[in-house]
DNA sequence: CTGTTAGCGCGTTCAA
DNA sequence: TTGAACGCGCTAACAG
């Protein structure tokens, strides 16, 4: 409520010495930091951070645009952007697109409109489409960075961060592979577009390079949720040829792929073999527990938030994507088909 | 860049009808409403919402304080939170205590300064002990609404919207009797405080009432995750004597707790019967398919949100708490003691 | 229905 | 080292 003219009066200073004393305290003498101390105690002052912000001209927050809050692979993720973000002073917004269901013009408004310095684009692409578009002046919007997600045509200018998608999908169908199985299936999270379409990619190079089958029937399309892994994978089992391994997108898919072969009667891995991406915390514990690609969700944060706040800083950076390391991370969901 | 000074000079009209023409264009003349909408199209124009929120005096912005971003319950309460906040448009920014390790004087600065309109805590409670006391006068931080969490001493007086976790655990607990069960172990997150501690009350409650032990060897205290859930179990099992059946505080100790006991060499349920909390996406593929008490997770978002809603617009709100109903879900995680 | 005027609370000149 | 004065962009109040 009281505001730096309360406390000004109450100290018998100017508003411009309060301000100093809020922002430049060293500037003042110890006797005026002693009065305003007093008098910011006395009045019970805080700092109105709607004014400041408009006069500043900037907000403190970052929005952070996902498709979904309570993924645990991006809950790693806004771990790392937290710490970083706390440590340099930034608020978080987070806009969750429920997959992407969200209207792109509900968030336009926001990100032109001085609301946040900065934007992370987490494993998103899509809204800004649009947003981006509707803007006549494209330099108007604050500075944005990619995190987890591969370039698709309308983010590939910006930043990012991110493991080697391809690579990694690569040595997970060479695991595949190297254990014997012929037939593997893939299946994914919105095929040809970003991470989903990387991996897609990376699992056809690795099958083409042994000279394998990668027909339509092996590949399927969905979204990252364990509903349509277990969708998808039921499909899979009542074709004619089974796949003796898939390859899911992720590890919630994975993880409902393990499920439904079980449930049909069949055994992973004796049967069928799963291998999934992102080492989520359940996957290690899942029965079997689960092969997978880990990724460095934290580090992959905080890298993010750094290139972020750099960028905002006014440094520049080029476009050339931060590559962390991933991992095949070899549980029991996966071994050699069985000889029939 | 460009402002309604701007628009309105290009537009040959006042500042005022511009501002107008923003926030209640019915009241312009049609033709004064296609100059301003050509000239905002000429200039380029896009508010400055920090400027708005400034003049108003309100942000439009909620705070979410929850105890981890990628907890799949939460996710489900925050798609209610979301959906009403969007429709009555409220940004969210998201305070992500990181399980309460985060200090309360991070957070206080930013309750006393208008930066929030409203105050969301789902699942959190401590950190306003501190937050709270620390203030000079209680009237001056923005509305707050408890979510999924029980009355402790500091929130008391908060209203809050949750469901009945003393009678559901009472529910759990006589699942677990009625099928024969004599020693029954329950883990918690916290003791004695919270949801935590009511789920405990409930299960003591339940076995009083059938003359059952709960010795302190039954019952032991962790955090909500996974982790705690494996520790804590493999502690039980190494017991003189083993408990037959295990309640816990919420569904990823519980998924801890099953593989913990089917590492050890033992059958679930046959060997020891699990129940969980919250009825999370991966309960019903967990192997085997996991018993839970289910939360209706998004109508408590919306339920919280709209209580929220009612005291930022000013209605006057008892603090009785909101309770909405809780579900047991029987599945194949429990079953009767193996007769030995 | 529209224009004029004033000021939200803060940070930043410029002088003293 | 401190104070006086101004203005950020917008909206509210009051006239017209």
Known sequence: MSSVKAVAKEAGVSTATVSRFLNTPELLTEKTRIKVTAAIKATGYSMNSLARNFRRGKSNTIVVVMPSIGVPHFG??????????????????????????????????????NQADGIILLGSSSPFKHALSHASSPEKHPPIIVSCENATPEIIDFPSVRIDNRAASIAATNHLISLGHIRVAFISGSLSTGVSGERESGYRLAMNEHNLDTCEDLISDGNLTIEDGRRLTRRLLNQNQRPTAILCANDEMALGAIYEIKNYGL???EDVSVIGFDDIRYAEISD??????????????????????????????DSTPVIVPHQLIIRSSTAAPQTK
Chains 1, 2 share one sequence.
């Open 288 to 317: 079997p527990p689960l092969t997978t690609i880990a990724q460095p969700g934290e580090e992959i944060g905080e890298k993010t938030m750094y290139q972020l706040c750099n960028v905002i800083e006014g440094s520049k950076i």
């Open 76 to 113: 790693s993720v806004m771990k790392g952007i937290e710490t970083v973000a706390s440590e340099k002073g930034f608020s978080i917004m987070i806009i969750d697109t429920q997959f992407n269901t969200l209207p792109a013009d509900k968030m336009a408004g926001m990100f032109f409109s």
């Open 267 to 269: 055994k992973v891995p």
